[in-house]
């Protein structure tokens, strides 16, 4: 078993609808959570960063953590075309700066 | 990525050569990373670096080595190319957690 586990999709959703995006993972000890977005031949940009659990809220993108379930989500809002993107979620413990990866979820949002 | 360049962005090289990639940092960060990604595997850690001369192995490091002699370049080589390195290399650097990247080279080893 992985210690981030992250559904690939694809997701496919109308623009203008509410996008969950989810990880679960194994590890308690990790602590910091990060979301990031890629686009298609580009590098991992960070898009949102959370510590313990609780939201986070950036504009049309909240970051959920529960920690009690090993959970957590990312919710994009009023999804426009411009958000199609493959995302990806990570964690870290926060003892050495290495971050655990998810696959990444491939998101296409339809005009 | 501003602040963070990687060249070459695209090589083709043959396999048994040496390949050098090379990112360079202009935000004076602590840890600097090199990672590829392959559709399904994701982003997998090579090897990193936590100061100048300091350096460890990450996850798949067996063909790659690294060198750091400065704080704002960390230079990944490939010993003899193989073409299961044909990959999307990106460097990243990071002070805190959080990480941020380059723009990726492209590597083809045929």
């Known amino acids: 078993q992985k210690e981030v586990e992250q559904d690939p999709g694809p997701l496919s959703v109308p623009e203008g609808a509410i996008v969950s995006l989810n990880c679960t993972y194994s590890?308690?000890?990790?602590?910091?959570f990060m979301w990031y977005r890629q686009y298609s031949r580009k590098g991992p940009e960070l898009l949102m960063y959370?510590?313990s659990s609780g939201n986070k809220e950036d504009g049309r993108f909240t970051a959920q953590v529960d920690k009690s379930s090993k959970y957590i989500s990312l919710f994009i809002r009023d999804s426009q075309p411009s958000d199609s993107a493959t995302y990806l979620c990570?964690?870290?413990?926060?003892?050495?700066?290495?971050?655990?990866w998810g696959l990444g979820t491939s998101l296409a949002v339809n005009p | 990525d501003a602040g963070i360049t990687q060249s070459p962005r695209h090589k083709v090289t043959e396999t048994g050569t040496p390949v050098t990639l090379r990112c360079h940092q202009t935000?004076?960060?602590?840890?600097m990373y090199w990672y590829r990604q392959d559709p399904g595997h994701g982003l997998r850690l090579i090897h990193y670096?936590?100061?100048?001369?300091?350096?460890d192995k990450g996850e798949v490091s067996d063909g790659y080595s690294v060198s750091r002699s400065k704080t704002e370049d960390f230079l990944l080589t490939l010993e003899s190319a193989t073409s299961s390195q044909t990959s999307v290399y990106f460097c990243?650097?990071?002070?805190?957690?959080?990480?941020?990247f380059g723009p990726g080279t492209r590597l083809t080893v045929t």
């Open positions: 670096s936590y100061g100048v001369k300091d350096t």
């Open positions: 990570a964690m870290e413990a926060g003892n050495n700066r290495k971050l655990i």
């Open positions: 935000e004076n960060h602590r840890y």
């Open positions: 959370t510590y």
């Open positions: 990243a650097i990071s002070e805190r957690d959080e990480q941020y």
């Open positions: 590890n308690s000890a990790f602590q910091y």
